[in-house]
Structures are given as structure tokens and as C-alpha cells.
């Protein structure tokens, strides 16, 4: 027999016993088709009361859609879901909630334009009377988020909030509610390690309250730390479900993918000693957040920008890339001076910047994996003033290929490929534009190892062709593997430069939290 298939007893005395738990949820047999892509077969998946139980697998594995199935919004082809006890098919997100469910989902669905508090407690509003007591739900969101340990302004509008304050607002939101069982994906992809450590004592608060959690995540360090079991998913399908204290993360991964992934640190530089620079930037500043930067980057180099939430690597990239205004500064690409005012700019330039929020300034979520593949080149594809359908379909084919985008075809909309998959659309859009010079912040953000190792490949692939790539990441292990040098960064400020022969997390970890002395 598989040992994955078995479900041993948890030793793990640090955690809660959930052996001794019942069993709060299960769901057998489910089925569920997308226009002829079987996204669901005959999957399973169970939660005990008390327990923390991870659901991992690739991008596109299914996950996301078996969530979205057990809380409502996916109406299941087949298959049985007990909770508590009792068989339930949920119409919509309301009466999951009703019963006790609540979500923080992958992408964040929360109203910029309303405030914080007005956000965390949209329909369900304190009132006198008739009226919203404005007053008393400020109020309730500044005790719990004294609970949660995090600082926000519940007045302030949701949208002046950086990706990770809005992803502590939905948890706050989530923990706000009287739920038995909370499932949260990927709840920590945009927070810093001190929000993540916040969390974690939430999510043990809730334990211990018998509460069930079902975690998403593809980052092995988390699942070990605050999981009781593992369930596995692969294209659609279930694998097993394991006790996180009893596999090693390499038993996990080769769950995942049917292989084993691995990732040491870089030795040393792959860049040639007389490249040339590609780009230089002199004395950048932008707003408060980017203060004097300066730094080269050299053809075929991946420089590394590290440092902690909020030091300011994404202001640089964005007024690099003319998405933000500049206060001051000189950019120079191969040696001439340019001025990029705005992104059209920097794109004719040879620059491309794949944003951290993809979802807001990258993906077209209702138009076509082709469509989102051209739209940086369609001008390439226009004769005579007719754009060539035909030739648009082929290379977006080709492209999407080359990153094993999964998708039925090049006509499926955007919104129905998994995040990941989402991700390569993007890549596959300025691989098509042959930029010079690319930007990744955020590249692998809630991404499985496997697609996670596939970008590694593809960014190393490029730089082996000449490219070169600035990458910002928050995953030290990231920045050790694939950086040929190491920039760091703390409140705006260049803080540090780093060979990556002479790299390590404590090191960098010196340079992220080195502030200006007043």
C-alpha cells in the first residue's frame, strides 16, 4: 500500500490532537467539469474540529475550484459534502457563511473606495435605529485588531493600504466572524514575517477553541510549522493525506509533482567580469519611498532586490518604469541617458515590469489568454490597418508553450486559469516584446514549487540568452538561489550590496533592518 494513502496518528505533541477530534467536514466523490476540462475527479478531502489540515498541489490542481465547491459558489457535478454531521449544497457564498464557513480567498475581494472598518463589516453594520453607527464599528475594528496584534487606521480607505495591510484586513475580517471553520489560501503570500507570526498565534487561538482551518499555501516552512495533516492534490485529482510531523518536504513536494525539486543556494556569479552595464540609475527618488537609490545592472545579471515589506523595492521598480512620478534621479540604459516619464516609455526602451499586484495593474481577467499574451505587441501584428487574428493565436501558442501554460486553448479567459497559470500569461506577453530588461517583483508569490521551479529555469534561460533581470523578492531562499549579486534595501534607502559568493540570510537580514540614524 501507498504510505501517502494512509492517514497515521499525529505525534506531534506541540500541536492539537486532532486524532481525538470528530470530524467536522467531509467531502467524497467530487466531480466537477469546465467546459470539458476535468477540474475535479472523484477528490476527498476531510476536516476534524481543532484541526489546522494544509491542501497542497500545483497551480491548477484543483484546490482553489474544491474550496469553491464546498463554500457555494461552484455548483459540484457529483459527489457528497457533510458538514457537521449533515449532507449540504450551499447556492452561494451567504448560506456557507450562515453555517459557519468563512474564506480569505487567494485574491483579495474587498471595495478600495470604502473604508477599513466599513469593509470588515459590510452587511453586518452596528446600527441605532435605522442608521449605521458609524462610531461604534470603528471602534469594534480597533479591538480586533488590538486582538489580532496588527496597526491599522479603520478610517482610512481600504485602497491607500499597501497589498499586505489589505490582506490583514481580510483576515481581520475572516476572524471577525462566528466561524467553525475557516479556510484561508495562500493568507500569507503578501505579509511580512512578523504579520505572518501574528497570524500563526490566531490561528492557534482558534485551535485551541475547536475551531477547523483549512490552510493553503505553497510554502513548506509554513505547512510544517502550524499543520496536523497534509492532503495532496495533482491535476484535478487526490493523491493522499499524510501527518505533517511523520514526511520530510521533500516527501511533499514528490507528492505534488511526482518529482523531487531542488534548489541550493547560488555559489557564485554566472555574469561574465567585462559584461557590459545595461542600466544605470543615479541618485533615483520617488515620493517618500524611494530616497538617493543608485545601482547598475549587467547583461546576463539577475540582481536581487531584498529587504523587508515597506523598504521601497517596488517604488523603485515602479519609478524605473514610469508607473510612478520621479522627484529626481538619471536613468541610463547602455549608456545613454533616457527620461521614461511613463511605462510606454520604458517599454520602448526595452523595459518590462511584471507587477507584485498582478491582479491590478497586469492580468485582463475577462479577455482571452491570447488577448493578454499581444496586448504589449500588438502594434507588431497590425498590416494595412488589419491585425492578424491568425498569426496573434499561433505565436501566443507558441509562447504559452514554452512555459507549459495549462489552458484548453488560447481563446479560454484569463479568470479561469489558476493563479500560477495566470503568471506565465503575463511572462509569455514580454518574452513575445523581447525586452532587454526585465523586471519581476514578486515573480513566484503564491506559486507551487513545481511552476516556482519551471520561472527559476525560464529567468536563468533568459539571462543565459543575455537578458537581464532585476528580481524582488521577500523569500530570502529565493534571492540565494538565483541572484548573481544582492541589493538591499531598508525605508527607502539602499542599504547594502552583496556578491552572492558572499551572500547569506543573516547578512542580508543585517542590511534590511539597518535604519538611518537620526
Not at 237 to 261: C, F, L, P, Q, S
Not at 309 to 322: C, I, K, P, S
Not at 370 to 378: E, Q, R
Request: proline residues 2%.
Amino acid at each position: 500500500m501507498n504510505r501517502f494513502s494512509v492517514i497515521a496518528k499525529r505525534k506531534n505533541s506541540k500541536k492539537g490532537d486532532s486524532g481525538m477530534q470528530e470530524t467536522i467536514l467531509k467531502m467524497y466523490g467530487i466531480q466537477k467539469r469546465f467546459s470539458g476540462v476535468h477540474a475535479l475527479n472523484d477528490v476527498q478531502f476531510e476536516l476534524r474540529a481543532g484541526e489546522v489540515h494544509a491542501l497542497m498541489g500545483e497551480n491548477g490542481a484543483g484546490k482553489s475550484t474544491l474550496i469553491k465547491v464546498l463554500c457555494g459558489i461552484y455548483k459540484r457535478d457529483a459527489g457528497t459534502v457533510e458538514l457537521f454531521g449533515k449532507e449540504v449544497e450551499f447556492s452561494n457564498i451567504a448560506e456557507s457563511q450562515a453555517a459557519g464557513i468563512s474564506v480569505i480567498h487567494q485574491e483579495l475581494n474587498m471595495m478600495n473606495d470604502l473604508t477599513v472598518a466599513q469593509n470588515i463589516f459590510v452587511g453586518r453594520e452596528p446600527k441605532i435605529g435605522p442608521f449605521v453607527d458609524d462610531q461604534k464599528m470603528i471602534e469594534d475594528s480597533r479591538a480586533l485588531f488590538e486582538k489580532i496584534g496588527i496597526h491599522i487606521d479603520p478610517t482610512v480607505k481600504l485602497g491607500e493600504l499597501t497589498v499586505g495591510k489589505q490582506q490583514m484586513v481580510e483576515i481581520a475580517k475572516a476572524v471577525s466572524r462566528d466561524c467553525r471553520l475557516l479556510v484561508l489560501d495562500e493568507p500569507t503570500a503578501a505579509l511580512t514575517q512578523t504579520e505572518v507570526e501574528e497570524l500563526f498565534k490566531i490561528m492557534n487561538e482558534m485551535r485551541d477553541k475547536g475551531i477547523g482551518m483549512i490552510y493553503i499555501s505553497h510554502r513548506m516552512d509554513e505547512i510544517n510549522r502550524i499543520s496536523d495533516r497534509v492532503t495532496v492534490m495533482r491535476d484535478g485529482t487526490y493523491v493522499g493525506t499524510v501527518n505533517t510531523a511523520e514526511v520530510t518536504k521533500e516527501d511533499i513536494v514528490k507528492m505534488m509533482v511526482g518529482r523531487v525539486i531542488m534548489g541550493e543556494q547560488k555559489e557564485q556569479s554566472t555574469v561574465a567580469e567585462d559584461a557590459p552595464v545595461v542600466l544605470e540609475v543615479k541618485n533615483l527618488r520617488a515620493g517618500r519611498e524611494v530616497k538617493d537609490v543608485s545601482f547598475t545592472l549587467r547583461k546576463g545579471e539577475i540582481l536581487g532586490f531584498a529587504g523587508l515589506m515597506g523598504a521601497g523595492r517596488t517604488e523603485v521598480a515602479r519609478a524605473l518604469y514610469g508607473a510612478d512620478p520621479k522627484q529626481g534621479g538619471e536613468i541610463y540604459i547602455h549608456g545613454k541617458k533616457v527620461k521614461i516619464k511613463k511605462p510606454l516609455h520604458a517599454v520602448k526602451s526595452g523595459i518590462c515590469y511584471l507587477s507584485e499586484d498582478r491582479k491590478r495593474y497586469g492580468l485582463m481577467l475577462d479577455k482571452s489568454v491570447s488577448d493578454n499574451t499581444v496586448i504589449a505587441s500588438v502594434d507588431d501584428f497590425i498590416t494595412a490597418g488589419l491585425i492578424n487574428d491568425g498569426k496573434i493565436r499561433k505565436l501566443s501558442a507558441e509562447f504559452n508553450a514554452k512555459l507549459r501554460t495549462k489552458t484548453p486553448s488560447m481563446e479560454q479567459l484569463l479568470k479561469n486559469l489558476s493563479g500560477g497559470n495566470q503568471q506565465k500569461v503575463i511572462i509569455a506577453r514580454w518574452l513575445m516584446k523581447n525586452a532587454d530588461i526585465f523586471i519581476f517583483d514578486e515573480p513566484t508569490r503564491g506559486i507551487d514549487v513545481g511552476a516556482k521551479s519551471e520561472i527559476y529555469h525560464l529567468m536563468e534561460d533568459l539571462a543565459a540568452q543575455g537578458k537581464s533581470i532585476i528580481m524582488i523578492s521577500s523569500e530570502l531562499a529565493e534571492v540565494l538561489r538565483m541572484s548573481d549579486r544582492v541589493m538591499v534595501m531598508c525605508e527607502g534607502r539602499k542599504t547594502g550590496e552583496l556578491d552572492i559568493s558572499e551572500a547569506t540570510q543573516e547578512n542580508i537580514m543585517h542590511y534590511a533592518t539597518l535604519r538611518e540614524e537620526m
